[in-house]
């Protein structure tokens, strides 16, 4: 490891020049290969009885209340002369500090910091990565004042946040705690690129080897981030900062109030279909730049670190988000519209299969997010916000085209948004109808009620017929039997049984183990293969331990196409049709005269 060079603020009463932020964050790294680091929080002189100090119980971007404060030891509390001040832990990310008299108070401890995959921090020899949600406390008495945060780190690792720069390489301000808990740093050993688009500056910060390409990264992410007025007016920002994590495991992405984390596997960006699903995660981060961090729901304005904040909204936050991430990539020409369909198709198709769609709306859905575990129960009697929060956004988006002669569509609804319900403010249920009712002339009550605040099977054939289009399967599709279960790593242990599935109605639960089919032993290799010897209709007696007993039940076969469900060309679309398609995703007819993409 590299020595540590800390960074020592030294101030001076006749330096009035100087601007002096009222808290002041320390964190310098201790043994970095065990995930341990100490933090010093000063805060300025308080006349209370007590200081509450507190660590967020949630993290931005993830509707879930976790452990943070657990990975907190050694926490003590001194006053302006050094004394130790005595605490009290008052709830699980709270401590109170009792005061004699009026002072300023030093707050320290040590941190672990090995949550990479939650995006919450993470330090080891090569980098730290520090979400403050899960790194820096706070003081809700001092909330809303200036911060500084100083670094003391390794001499060859550099620094980067969406913050505004400090006075040293590694440290940075911000205006109050709400900016520090939505800009996280990464600090290490990264690979840097800076680039514009539209006139505003962009940093790509890589930490991590893998099969990327850096230089094809920034190429797309520069036509990606120029896509924005595509939906909205203007940038809630000057700089943003993509951060990637190329790691051995850990995936996902979060969006912050001027930046991303991205994480994917270390070897997930050389193969299209792989890269693909990089730059449709930077999308999905970057559109939430003004769909969630420059509005959003009342329920989540402001942030309450320290409690849930529910809305029926959020699937206009998550769902939405996911709607228009491949419209940018298409328009910007990262995406083809073969990709572009593919995924529209799969969304189709995996709808489908998820029965919770004809129990749970998304409102309801939203409503329930921060209790959402998702596996077996979920798919059978949960909404997904993301997955069909896409789909009413697709409904909805439709139905302002054909309302308006496609003058206007769901992208007017968003600009609306952005334009008058901008943070601090909130927007609720009835400010979206009133921007439905602005941007169609007509009445979305009825169309809200029967789409967000009921469980809703959506007629695709219908809805996609308006832009010349139709779902099918591809030419090769052929009839297969259908059992409806999903095995569990490798055995024959159900992980899930769809309700009302052939398997479900002859009584099979989540969690038997099936043993054989017609009295023959079935492995969990061969277990598709067993099931294509039969056709749909035929009833076959299945095998099974149900709580370490041995039953037989009888199991008649459902029917379901074989491959994946394609979306292709009516014959012979009309003008209308090709030009509803093209108010709706921005691009010129892309299919040939028979009906297939044009190759590109």
Do not use: C
Not at 56 to 74: H, I, N
Not at 229 to 253: C, K, L, N, Q
Not at 341 to 353: P, T, V
Not at 397 to 416: I, K
């Amino acid at each position: 490891m590299k020595p540590v060079v800390p960074l020592i603020l030294t101030f001076s009463t006749f330096m009035s020049s100087m601007v002096v932020a009222d808290v002041d964050y320390t964190i310098n790294l201790l043994n970095p290969e065990h995930h341990l680091a100490n933090v010093e929080v000063s805060f300025p002189q308080t006349k209370s009885a007590a200081l509450v100090v507190n660590l967020p119980v949630w993290r931005t971007g993830k509707y879930q209340v976790l452990p943070l404060a657990d990975s907190v030891r050694l926490f003590t509390a001194k006053d302006a002369d050094g004394r130790t001040l005595p605490w009290t832990r008052t709830a699980s990310g709270e401590w109170t500090v009792a005061l004699e008299k009026p002072t300023s108070v030093t707050v320290s401890y040590q941190l672990y910091a090995n949550k990479l995959g939650q995006r919450v921090n993470h330090i080891d020899a090569s980098h730290a990565f520090l979400d403050a949600s899960g790194t820096f406390v706070y003081s809700p008495e001092f909330k809303h004042e200036p911060i500084k945060v100083t670094l003391a780190v390794p001499s060859d690792w550099n620094s980067y946040s969406g913050m505004d720069k400090g006075e040293h390489k590694h440290s940075f301000t911000a205006s109050n705690y709400d900016i520090l808990v939505d800009s996280p740093i990464e600090t290490g050993i990264s690979q840097h690129r800076e680039f514009t688009a539209d006139d505003k500056q962009y940093e790509l910060v890589v930490w991590g080897e893998g099969n990327y390409d850096i230089d094809k990264m920034v190429e797309d992410l520069t036509k990606l981030s120029g896509q924005a007025e595509v939906i909205w007016d203007d940038y809630p920002f000057d700089r943003y900062v993509y951060m990637v994590h190329a790691t051995s495991g850990a995936r996902g992405a979060t969006e912050h109030l001027n930046s991303t984390i991205i994480q994917r596997p270390r070897f997930s960006y050389r193969d299209a279909k792989d890269y693909l699903g990089f730059i449709k995660t930077a999308s999905h981060e970057f559109i939430h730049t003004w769909n969630v961090k420059a509005y959003r729901p009342e329920g989540l304005v402001p942030y309450d670190y320290q409690h849930e904040g529910i809305t029926e909204l959020l699937w206009i936050s998550e769902g939405s988000t996911s709607y228009f991430q491949s419209q940018l990539l298409l328009r910007a020409g990262v995406m083809t519209a073969e990709e572009f369909f593919e995924d529209l198709a799969k969304r189709i198709e995996q709808s489908g299969k998820t029965p919770g769609r004809e129990i749970q709306s998304v409102a309801s859905a939203s409503a329930n997010q921060w209790v959402s575990t998702g596996g077996d129960y979920a798919a059978n009697h949960s909404t997904n916000i993301y997955s069909e929060g896409f789909l009413t956004s697709l409904a909805l988006d439709f139905s302002l085209l054909d309302e308006t002669d496609l003058a206007h569509s769901y992208r007017d609804v968003h600009r609306e948004l952005y334009k008058s319900h901008r943070i601090p403010a909130g927007f609720t249920v009835a400010d979206v109808k009133n921007i439905l009712h602005k941007v169609s002339g007509t009445s979305y009550d009825n169309w809200w009620q029967e789409h967000v605040n009921t469980p809703v099977t959506l007629d695709f054939d219908r809805l996609l017929k308006q832009a010349g289009l139709v779902v099918g399967y591809g030419d090769d599709a052929k009839s297969e039997p259908y059992v409806g279960i999903t095995l569990a790593n490798d055995s024959l242990v159900l992980s899930r049984v769809l309700r009302n599935a052939p398997a479900w109605n002859a009584g099979i639960v989540l969690g038997d183990e099936i043993v054989a089919i017609n009295g023959l032993k079935v492995t969990a290799a061969g277990f598709e293969a067993r099931i294509k010897d039969f056709k749909a209709g035929d009833t076959i007696n299945v095998t099974l331990f149900s709580n370490d007993k041995l039953k037989e039940v009888s199991l008649t076969l459902g029917e379901q196409k074989s491959g994946k469900q394609t979306i292709s060309s009516v014959e012979k679309p009309s003008r209308a049709q090709k030009a509803f398609l093209k108010a709706w995703i921005g691009i010129d007819w892309p299919f040939e005269k028979d009906g297939k993409l044009i190759a590109k």
